[in-house]
């Protein structure tokens, strides 16, 4: 019996924790939103995570950012190789003064 009643303490404070941090009003508030809406979408997960504010952007806007990104990461590239080649340049030319000191 003791360890039933720990288990109601522990989830009375976990109910607790949800209601002062506002996690149950807006659950309420999106789930209230898909009850009220005349149109049910196919995807009941889709439509809460988009009232929620997780989903993100929407596909178009992602679908650039993945261009973007792509573009992005392809001349970062292109930089770090020309990073690479200007860098064998310099030690080339910075070996030469030791090789002159040499002679």
């Not at 807006?26 to 009941?44: F, H, I, M, Q």
């Not at 792509?70 to 001349?75: F, P, R, S």
Request: charge should be negative; proline fraction near 4%.
């Amino acid at each position: 019996m003791a360890t039933y009643r720990a288990s109601d303490s522990k989830r009375e404070q976990f109910r607790r924790y949800l209601e002062k941090s506002g996690v149950i009003d807006t659950l309420t508030s999106v789930l209230v939103a898909l009850y009220e809406e005349p149109d049910k979408p196919n995807n009941a997960l889709d439509f809460i995570k988009l009232h929620l504010g997780a989903a993100g952007l929407d596909p178009a806007g992602t679908e650039g950012l993945r261009l973007e990104l792509a573009d992005l990461q392809q001349k970062c590239s292109l930089l770090t190789e020309e990073n690479k080649e200007l860098w064998k340049r310099l030690m080339q030319y910075e070996a030469l003064p030791d090789e002159k000191a040499d002679l």
